[in-house]
């Protein structure tokens, strides 16, 4: 069975970066979207920054400027550079390919903790 394995988490002090990844364990054709989401306690699940098959790329508004999505197709993955971190940051973040036909994979989640 796919299973997206993500990392890259960890904790950080404010103005810090991180960079996260997320790969499938093994080949997928014709992935259409990447995305990354997060989820604050107690907060539901909010889109971060979503990329396409053509590499068209779409991010929340307290990201823009801040955090950059990217993905190779050879190896699957998808990526989030994020820097200027802030607390507010803090979630768990989540990497999703969606695929044709309603079809979608989720990764486990990663933390990513700022602190001040």
């Known amino acids: 069975q796919v299973q997206l394995v993500e990392s890259g988490g960890g904790l950080v002090q404010a103005g810090e970066s991180l960079r996260l990844s997320c790969a499938a364990s093994e080949r997928i054709f014709s992935i259409n979207n990447m995305a990354w989401y997060r989820q604050a306690p107690g907060k539901q699940r909010e889109l971060v920054a979503l990329?396409?098959?053509?590499?068209?790329?779409n991010y929340a508004d307290y990201v823009k400027g801040r955090f950059t999505i990217s993905r190779d197709n050879a190896k699957n993955t998808v990526y989030l550079q994020m820097n200027s971190l802030k607390p507010e940051d803090t979630a768990v973040y989540y990497c999703s390919f969606h695929l044709s036909f309603g079809i979608a994979y989720w990764g486990q989640g990663t933390q990513v903790t700022v602190s001040s």
């Open positions: 990329i396409t098959s053509g590499g068209n790329t």
